[in-house]
């Protein structure tokens, strides 16, 4: 199993730039969740899928993030415009139906400069 | 209001000290509580869940217990291996998420 993947690994933008994250869960999967990572704020929770559906979004900063899952092997997160505020590492994590452990992927760690 | 505390918040140990990390948590039901560790650089990785009171789990030198209001993790005899930030986390009765705490950084000396 390869786990789950993301890309790209590493990420360099300016301000006001476009970005968007990639994230393929493991397969059979049915849960699929993006997380940002700061020091400051330590590990939280932006959205999360279930079966493609958007579920909980409550932690999405603010209207400038989206996320999409258009099938079962793919979702993306979306930052558009990007602000320097927004600099951290995104994780993408899966979860098995009926499982309560989330597996998570490498992150992608943004610079916004 | 659901919430987890991590203490301490870093921990520096010789090698073959063994050691317990703390996770106290307040929620109104608890469906699982977790354990994972991150390696600097990388995602966090699942090490065990815990889901009453009373309940204990190994692997390898590591073993995670659960009370109503905490969870430990002992750690006997750690190795240099062992370093890395470990993370607690709870999925409250009420909630369709997981709260994380800000983790234990630990470190272990040669």
């Known amino acids: 199993d390869a786990g789950v993947i993301q890309s790209p690994r590493h990420e360099v933008t300016e301000m006001g730039q476009e970005v968007t994250l990639r994230c393929k869960p493991i397969?059979?999967?049915?849960?699929l969740f993006w997380y940002r990572q700061t020091m400051m704020r330590g590990l939280e929770l932006l959205i999360y899928?279930?079966?493609?559906?958007?579920?909980?979004d409550s932690g999405m900063p603010e209207d400038r993030f989206s996320a999409k899952m258009p099938n079962a092997s793919f979702s993306t997160l979306k930052i558009q415009p990007s602000e320097p505020r927004d600099s951290a590492v995104y994780f993408c994590?899966?979860?098995?139906?009926?499982?309560?452990?989330?597996?998570f992927g490498p992150g992608t760690r943004l610079t916004v400069l | 209001e659901d919430q987890v505390t991590q203490s301490p918040e870093a921990l520096r140990l010789q090698e073959g000290e063994s050691s317990s990390l703390n996770c106290s948590y307040t929620?109104?039901?608890?469906?699982?509580l977790f354990w994972y560790r991150q390696d600097p650089g990388k995602g966090p990785e699942f090490l065990f869940t815990?889901?009453?009171a009373g309940e204990e789990k190994e692997k390898e030198r590591l073993k995670a217990t659960l009370t109503k209001k905490e969870s430990f993790l002992h750690i006997t005899a750690p190795k240099p291996e062992d370093s890395a930030t470990y993370l607690c986390?709870?999925?409250?009765?009420?909630?369709?998420?997981?709260?994380f705490g800000s983790g234990t950084r630990l470190s272990i000396r040669p």
């Open positions: 994590a899966s979860r098995g139906q009926g499982a309560n452990e989330q597996f």
């Open positions: 397969s059979g999967h049915n849960s």
């Open positions: 899928f279930n079966n493609n559906v958007p579920i909980d």
């Open positions: 929620v109104s039901g608890l469906r699982g």
């Open positions: 815990l889901y009453s």
């Open positions: 986390a709870v999925h409250p009765s009420s909630a369709s998420k997981i709260i």
